[in-house]
């Protein structure tokens, strides 16, 4: 309980918060936490979670894959541009009584430090990224060598899944994706459809969305 828990305010700029009507039910919906359960047995065989892991949410949401971790780790940093889920997300630590943590509402450019974290994982968030070699970029910058990202997203599809909404990145390809991170100085140790989603889309129609884990590790 002795440990450090800060909270930053960074990213200040007026931008409209696509979470804001979402956030208060986030953690109410049942297939989202099957999946979020199916990542997080995903992540902890990886054998990446211990006592001296310095782990990093993006896109953390409210929480759901980071705070699972908290005790398990020596420090977790969350990181989310929504500030009505980061209003979630800070309820729930208060409530908990959580030391160990640092929020920050912003994005990857806006956590501090570099070279600090041993494991980042991301569930869901990046296809909401326009950069993705960017991100990629970031990712590395904050991570020790062998240090791991850890990614739950879409197959690439035909945005239907989110649809009417708009978001940057339709799922990805795996051969784009495994030579972005390559590019970047990581190796990618592995990719499997490890869940799928289904879901009514906007027509009515039922469909299955799989999802992918990566793993790579920093060069
Ligand atoms: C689909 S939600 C997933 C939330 C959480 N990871 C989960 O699985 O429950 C995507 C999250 O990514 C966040 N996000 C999108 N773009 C971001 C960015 N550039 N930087 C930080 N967070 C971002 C959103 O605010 C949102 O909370």
Request: hydrophobic share 40%.
């Amino acid at each position: 309980m002795g440990q450090r828990c800060s909270i930053f305010f960074i990213h200040k700029q007026i931008m409209t918060d696509n979470f804001a009507a979402k956030a208060a039910d986030w953690d109410n919906n049942n297939p989202r936490m099957i999946m979020i359960q199916k990542f997080i047995s995903e992540i902890e065989s990886r054998g990446t979670i211990n006592n001296e892991t310095h782990l990093l949410d993006f896109g953390c949401g409210t929480g759901l894959v980071g705070l699972h971790f908290v005790d398990k780790v020596a420090e977790l940093t969350l990181v989310d541009n929504s500030p009505a889920m980061i209003e979630v997300l800070r309820q729930k630590i208060a409530e908990n009584g959580y030391t160990n943590t640092q929020v920050v509402e912003g994005t990857i450019e806006d956590s501090l430090k570099s070279e600090s974290e041993t494991l980042i994982v991301a569930s869901m968030s990046v296809h909401h990224v326009d950069d993705i070699p960017h991100l990629i970029n970031h990712f590395h910058k904050r991570l020790v060598k062998n240090g791991k990202v850890i990614i739950s997203d879409l197959y690439k599809e035909d945005g239907s899944f989110h649809f009417p909404d708009v978001v940057p990145q339709n799922g990805f390809d795996m051969d784009i994706l495994q030579s972005q991170f390559q590019a970047a100085d990581f190796t990618v140790e592995h990719i499997s459809n490890y869940h799928t989603m289904n879901r009514e889309i906007s027509t009515g129609e039922k469909r299955s969305f799989p999802l992918f884990v990566l793993v790579a590790r920093k060069n």
